[in-house]
Each structure stands twice: as C-alpha cells, then as structure tokens.
C-alpha cells in the first residue's frame, strides 16, 4: 500500500462482531475465560486490549517496522526503551533535545547508573571518539527540539551498527509521513503521539515502533511490566487522527514553508531556524532524509531578550501560547521558560537557545491569516 492509504486501511479490519468500519473503543479491565488460561487472546487489559493492539499494527505498518508498543505518554514510551539498559551502560545523544528528554535522561535514569553524553551528533569524529564498550544506546532526535537541527541518521545507524548499539530515533517532529527511520537503520522510532499523529490537541500518548520481535517482545514485557499503557479512548482517537494525518502535515509543511519566508525576510527578526533553507545545516541531509521539512519554525529576534518575545508572545490572535505541537492549530511557544525550562541557562545558550528565541507550531489555518497575525504581533 502507499502511505495514503496505510493511514486508513494498514492494520485496521471492521469489527468482527457488528461489522463497526471504525475501531470499537473495547472500555473493560478483564475479559470472562471459557477455562483457566482458556481465552480468546485477552486476559487483562493492561497486557491486552483490542483497540491499543489495532493502533499498534496501524503505527507498525506507517513506519515499516515490526510491531509497535504503545505508552501512556511519549516519556513513557521514551522510558521504556531506557529500561533496556542496565546500570553502568552509557547513552550517546545530541546535545539538541527536547527538555523533557534531558530530565528524564539526567534526573531520573542517572540516578541509577545510566549515564548519558550530549554531544554533536553532527561531528562524526565526536561521536567515534565518544563510543566505547559501554555505549549501548544512541538517542537520535531529528529534527531537533527547538533548533531544528537535522541529523543524518542513516550514517549514525550504521556506525552504531558496527559497534552493536542500539539506536533510537526521535521522530516526533517529522512523523512517518516525512521521514522512516528503520528504512534508514535505527532499531527503534519513537513519537509523541500526542502531537501530529493523534493531531488535535486531545491525547497524550506514545509509541515505539521496532525492527525486529526481539526487541518488540522486551519493550512489550516492560509495557505490562511497568504498566504506563494508554486507554482505549485514547488509542480511539489516535486511530482517528491518524487518518488525516498525510492532510493535515502537508497543509502544515505548506504553510511552514511561506511563513519561513515570511520571517527570514522581517527585519525585527535575527535569525529563522528551518531545514528548508538552502543554507540550513544539513539542508541536503533533510532533502535526502525527508520527503518534506516539516512544520516547526523557530526564529530569535534582533532584540534578544525574554521582554521583546513576550511582547512578540501576548500579541498573536491566531497563534496561541501554549506548550506541545502538531495540531491543526498554530501554536507558538517560548522555549527557555516552557519545553526546555529543565535545561541549565548555559547549556541552552551553547546551542543557541537564547531567550528571545521563540517556536511556532504551524497548523492547517490559511497561511494568509497565520502571516497576517506574525506580522502584527512582530511589528
């Protein structure tokens, strides 16, 4: 199938019982045995419910991957593949990442022996030299949160593989319609399906999707194990959103290329963080990696201080400030004091997250109206 029609069809059958085109939500804790371990695949709904498992065969299919699991939460799910660690491993990752990541990495996960090194992901000799007998992971995010650096992943993956580290690829900002990781060599891709794929700003929920059933049935023993599951509604309305979702990024990614242009052209604004310029960092490696550059811009004004992006943050109407991404709503947000607030000043000044910097989220509205409203609030 093309992806167009994965989305609707890949992983999803009417249900058996009523013939129901859309997936029923299956809203019960147990299910009645005929006879001791006599079931008709379902024992108790942490393990197993009917309407997270079409999710994760849909999510499966769209990333050419072999199963999918799926969490409560993308930090639940990003969890989970830390707790195939044991303590003493190390994790490489980039140095751009999104705050909640960080944390969890730092605050959580370091507690218990697992340390991890951010560094340029992009700087091949940095990352040979930062690999030893206790790497076992490389976190990959691209692009990245806020600075929509992009990453080469299909040549970190084959590093990786050389050494037999396991990689995960953060794929949130792109979703599987612009870009596949495991085509590319990651083991794993991870979402925040609280973003484009659910894509209406109603669901918080992730997923891992893995290339092999080795690695599929250790992250479903954690799955259960740990039980961070997401509810059937919210399987539900993921499904449903997933239907759109090669509608809904396109139109976005249209939008996101005018209003790039829009910015980088404004004379208040310094710079304008996007993969689509020519002269982006690693424009090539995005045009090669993705069918398109996504719908996340971030810019840092002339005036570089957090009192010109508020201004710049309490003037937008159709815009609204709020934290997360990806849905048909525009979004804009301040980095430095919402997503990456648990990341030290220092550390998010070396990657030129400044204070004035400020990311839009860009949704499916007319992209005449989405100008309109940047150039009142900018000016």
């Not at 600075?147 to 979703?175: E, N, P, Q, W």
């Not at 109603?202 to 049935?217: K, P």
């Not at 604004?269 to 090669?288: E, Q, S």
């Not at 430095?336 to 499916?364: E, F, N, Q, Y």
Request: charged content about 20%; aromatic content about 6%.
């Amino acid at each position: 199938m093309k992806f167009e029609t994965k989305v609707i069809h890949a992983g999803i059958e009417p249900d058996p019982s009523t013939g129901a085109i859309m997936t029923p939500i299956y809203q019960t804790s147990t299910y009645v045995q005929d006879a001791p371990g006599k079931h008709k695949g379902y024992e108790y709904a942490r393990t197993q419910n009917p309407t997270r498992t079409v999710l994760e065969k849909n999510l499966a299919a769209l990333e050419n991957g072999t199963d999918a699991i799926c969490f409560a939460s993308g930090l639940a799910a990003m969890d989970a593949v830390l707790k195939l660690l044991e303590p003493g491993d190390e994790i490489i990752s980039t140095f751009e990442l999104y705050g909640g990541s960080y944390r969890l990495m730092t605050q959580i996960f370091a507690k218990y022996g697992i340390i991890a090194h951010f560094i340029d992901l992009n700087d091949k000799s940095s990352l040979r030299n930062h690999i030893n007998e206790k790497t076992k992971l490389i976190w990959i995010e691209t692009p990245t949160n806020p600075m929509l650096s992009v990453l080469d992943i299909k040549y970190i993956c084959s590093i990786a593989k050389k050494t037999g580290i396991l990689t995960c690829v953060d794929s949130t900002f792109a979703t599987p319609y612009l870009q596949r990781p495991i085509d590319l060599g990651a083991d794993m891709v991870h979402h925040s399906a609280t973003k484009y794929l659910a894509g209406h700003s109603d669901v918080i929920l992730g997923a891992v999707i893995t290339n092999s059933n080795e690695l599929s049935d250790r992250l479903h023993y954690i799955q259960n194990a740990s039980g961070a599951i997401p509810g059937p509604q919210d399987c539900f309305l993921t499904l449903r959103g997933i239907k759109t979702l090669h509608l809904r990024v396109q139109r976005a990614c249209d939008n996101a290329m005018e209003i790039a242009a829009f910015l980088k052209k404004n004379r208040k604004i310094d710079r304008v963080f996007y993969p689509g310029f020519k002269d982006a960092h690693n424009h090539l490696v995005a045009k090669r990696q993705m069918s398109h550059y996504g719908a996340m811009i971030s810019f840092t004004l002339k005036s570089d201080t957090k009192r010109a992006a508020n201004k710049v943050l309490s003037r937008t109407k159709l815009f609204s400030l709020a934290e997360s991404l990806g849905g048909v709503e525009s979004l804009i947000g301040h980095p430095a004091t919402m997503t990456h607030a648990s990341i030290p000043k220092k550390d998010r000044l070396s990657i030129g997250l400044t204070d004035s910097l400020i990311r839009l989220s860009i949704g499916v509205e007319h992209v005449d109206d989405l100008i309109a409203d940047l150039k009142s609030a900018i000016s």
